[in-house]
């Protein structure tokens, strides 16, 4: 008995390959053993496999059963041992899944996955824009950095979090962030003074322009005047934190319901939208591509920057255009055909 106790222990204690490979031996020399003692019963070493297998399942079909002494003996030594063996491998694998869960929770996991969108360090705002992005395209992968040690959006299993310092490449190698399509730096909200938050947003640009230089990049800085900091990091998009908040509110006073056009350009759950459009091949000019979009219920606002292309409609779109359009998404599917 006590032989038993310690190979139950140091198999408990045992790896998983160790612990395989103890499986597919015990199963196979038992189908051997029990197809030599009774081979008449079995007729075949398979069909002892299979007697070995239903046996320490507990399932007893009842279609192949030992009639011999040595055979019975050799049924209870399976029931002993075989049963307790598979009991070890379930036990095993329930704690596989909750090292997982726990490990998942924690941050520790890295992301496999690529085309998902990075969101560093939590806030209320990176939560709204976890939020945004899922309410305009449910099926994105999202991969959440902060430095905190728990996972903040657990029940959404398209958000993946990676706990650790977002500036280190180590982490940013944990979510991925070579087969990245975009990456938004949020400004940490645990630091009270605007330049140090903008010196580390600095940091962590740098550091995905190292590692990532194609990742389609935009920063969250406090200051407006920080921009040039970032000079000489690929940043493809700045958003000025209060200073965006503060001219939209002088905006809404000077001219009401100004605030309900810029809430529909900017989320995806309320109105029309802005999209990108290609540019059709048939259009020429800026006036052909206005003329043609709006027949199909679409408005165009913008090329890249540039929103007085309504007073150049006779101009040639150039080869690098950027289009945008404002319309619903039923009218964006059908452009986009």
């Keep these: 008995m006590h032989f038993i ?16 490979v103890s499986i597919l031996l015990f199963v196979a020399v038992s189908a051997t053993v029990a197809f030599l003692l009774e081979p008449d019963t079995f007729g075949s070493w398979f069909n002892a496999l299979y007697w070995v297998l239903t046996t320490m399942a507990t399932v007893g079909y009842g279609d192949y059963f030992a009639v011999t002494i040595a055979g019975k003996a050799f049924t209870i030594f399976l029931y002993i041992f075989g049963i307790g063996l598979l009991s070890l491998v379930i036990g095993k694998i329930i704690d596989s899944f909750a090292l997982i869960k726990r490990l998942r929770g924690e941050g520790q996991l890295g992301y496999k996955g690529e085309g998902h969108i990075v969101i560093i360090n939590w806030s209320k705002k990176a939560h709204t824009a976890v939020e945004e992005l899922l309410a305009h395209s449910p ?5 959440l950095i902060d430095e905190s040690g728990k996972h903040p959006l657990e029940r959404l299993p398209r958000v993946h979090f990676v706990s650790g310092d977002p500036s280190e490449e180590d982490v940013l190698a944990r979510a991925n962030i070579q087969r990245a399509k975009s990456a938004i730096i949020f400004a940490d909200a645990r630091i009270d003074e605007a330049s140090l938050v903008d010196g580390k947003s600095l940091l962590i640009a740098s550091s995905i322009e190292r590692m990532a230089s194609h990742v389609h990049t935009t920063v969250e800085v406090m200051q407006e005047k920080h921009i040039r900091n970032f000079a000489h990091v690929q940043v493809n998009e700045f958003v000025v934190s209060h200073d965006a908040i503060s001219r939209l509110a002088v905006r809404s006073a000077l001219q009401e319901g100004n605030s309900d056009v810029f809430r529909q350009l900017l989320s995806r759950q309320y109105g029309d939208e802005l999209y990108e459009v290609p540019v059709n091949r048939a259009w020429r000019t800026y006036g052909d591509a206005f003329f043609g979009l709006l027949e199909q219920g679409a408005t165009l606002l913008a090329d890249r920057g540039d929103l007085g292309i309504n007073r150049k409609l006779n101009e040639a779109i150039p080869g690098e255009a950027k289009l945008f359009v404002v319309c619903d998404e039923a009218t964006y599917r059908r452009i986009i055909g």
């Design 139 to 143: 099926e994105t992968s999202i991969v």
């Design 5 to 20: 106790f310690l190979l139950s222990e140091k198999l408990f204690r045992a790896g998983r390959k160790t612990l395989a």
